[in-house]
């Protein structure tokens, strides 16, 4: 049991001793009101940008100075103007979730439904759907490329899950041992995507064509000629 009368206790993860706050008013002091003081985790001291593209440059695991000119870059394309506009898209996909859940449980499936499986297909069709405005076609019954490669994100090797219990046990290994989080198929697959995308979009600005909303594909666009 937590002694919730203090601000704060120690605990380990692992072998590693951390400090865990209990107190609500200072987890929100810490998440929000002074989260520039606070950003750095654990986890970047796992990842190294040479090995590990894609995952080491978001502010999740972005550190210093880094984390801050990737938030001021990424904040602007999440404002409430711009989630607006994707607000409909995820209304469609929640119904073509609704729709699926129906249907699997009109097949009455022994084991149930997967709910790892529907939570990553609702992710998929969202993200790419906002973001790229491309769809993933993660609902279908057959198998899709943005799906499959998905899948091999979420679905690790035994070697990876060994390597990070050695590192978290260890914490000294992270600083010669560093972790992949994204295969480099799986990297490739997804660079190739968004180049595509980008592409894609320029080329329809081009004819004059204006896409149906402001996602943030178009914020990248923007944000690519202010800084060239």
């Not at 490739?188 to 149906?212: I, P, T, Y």
């Amino acid at each position: 049991s937590i002694n919730t009368s203090t601000n704060a206790v120690g605990i380990y993860s692992l072998r590693a001793p951390q400090l865990l706050v209990v107190n609500p008013e200072l987890a929100r002091r810490v998440f929000v009101s002074n989260f520039r003081n606070f950003h750095d985790n654990e986890l970047s001291k796992s990842v190294d940008e040479k090995n590990d593209f894609i995952f080491s440059n978001n502010p999740f695991t972005l550190t210093g100075e880094q984390w801050k000119s990737r938030r001021a870059d990424v904040t602007p394309g999440l404002s409430n103007g711009r989630i607006k506009t994707v607000y409909p898209v995820t209304n469609q996909v929640c119904q073509r979730l609704s729709e699926w859940v129906e249907k699997q449980i009109r097949l009455g499936s022994a084991d149930g439904i997967d709910a790892k499986h529907m939570s990553l297909c609702f992710t998929s069709e969202t993200v790419t759907d906002c973001v790229l405005g491309l769809k993933a076609e993660s609902f279908s019954d057959r198998p899709t490329p943005i799906m499959s490669k998905i899948n091999d994100l979420f679905n690790q090797p035994w070697s990876f899950v060994l390597f990070f219990v050695l590192t978290s046990s260890f914490p000294s290994l992270s600083h010669l041992l560093k972790l992949r989080f994204v295969p480099p198929k799986v990297e490739h697959f997804f660079v190739d995507l968004m180049g595509s995308a980008v592409e894609a979009r320029r080329a329809q600005l081009a004819n004059g064509k204006l896409f149906e909303r402001t996602d943030f594909l178009d914020y990248i666009l923007e944000l690519g000629k202010k800084r060239s």
